[in-house]
């Protein structure tokens, strides 16, 4: 049985290449996924949050600056970097993911990051921005 990092880290690499339409098979059917100004739940969370995340980037990436694993509690910190949909760059974003993975599934997934402190999306829009790839 892969790790929790494993999953996480399995969830990274889908997110990058072709296979974002697998993800959701990396979630328990009960997932909840929060981020500022969302919360997905159920066996589409995953998909749901895709969906959220589509309007508002043409791509965007992480560069991990730490991973700390405890049980099977995951946390990934680094920064965002990519591009807007109004053709914007933007790096150095402070992001913090929280993982919660049990028997194999991501059972929940908490998103914080500074996308609207540093500029990225407007303040009175911080509460609709989340923090994923």
Request: hydrophobic share 40%; aromatic share 12%.
């Amino acid at each position: 049985m892969d790790s929790p990092r494993d999953i996480v880290e399995e969830f990274f690499d889908r997110m990058e290449d072709d296979r974002r339409d697998t993800v959701g098979d990396l979630f328990a059917e009960d997932a909840v996924i929060s981020l500022p100004g969302a919360t997905f739940e159920g066996p589409t969370a995953a998909y749901d949050f895709l969906a959220h995340l589509e309007p508002r980037y043409e791509w965007a990436a992480k560069e991990f600056d730490r991973w700390i694993e405890a049980g099977d509690t995951v946390v990934s910190t680094g920064s965002l970097y990519g591009v807007d949909n109004d053709s914007a760059e933007f790096s150095d974003v402070r992001y913090v993911d929280i993982y919660v993975v049990r028997r194999g599934l991501i059972e929940r997934l908490d998103i914080w990051n500074d996308l609207a402190v540093d500029g990225v999306v407007p303040v009175e829009d911080a509460a609709a921005v989340p923090a994923e790839e």
